[in-house]
């Protein structure tokens, strides 16, 4: 009696192959939204490169820095890079579908 309920207790703890395929997609989409962000992140530089957004102050690039990270999160998703992005891996690395 003991031997079966290890053994049941054991069958039911191996995740299913679709929580695995979920997992990975959720992780691929998380990383191409992150990658966006970093990509943004870059062109917002780029395009900030002149402009003093706090002035000229000892901390002002720092202070920049912060301002354009955090904006560049906030179009996290948004410009369409990271879903192309997904789409392609999800085409040729995760199977399709």
């Not at 192959?17 to 962000?37: G, R, V």
């Not at 000229?56 to 992005?85: H, P, R």
């Amino acid at each position: 009696m003991k031997i079966n309920n290890t053994l049941t207790n054991n069958l039911t703890n191996i995740p299913s192959i679709d929580k695995n395929k979920n997992l990975a997609a959720d992780k691929a989409k998380e990383a191409c939204d992150m990658f966006e962000s970093l990509y943004m992140k870059q062109m917002l530089q780029i395009a900030y490169k002149d402009i003093d957004i706090m002035g000229e102050n000892v901390g002002s690039d720092i202070y920049k820095d912060m301002y354009l990270d955090e904006l560049s999160k906030q179009t996290n998703g948004s410009m369409g890079l990271s879903k192309m992005l997904f789409d392609y891996l999800k085409e040729t690395k995760m199977g399709g579908k």
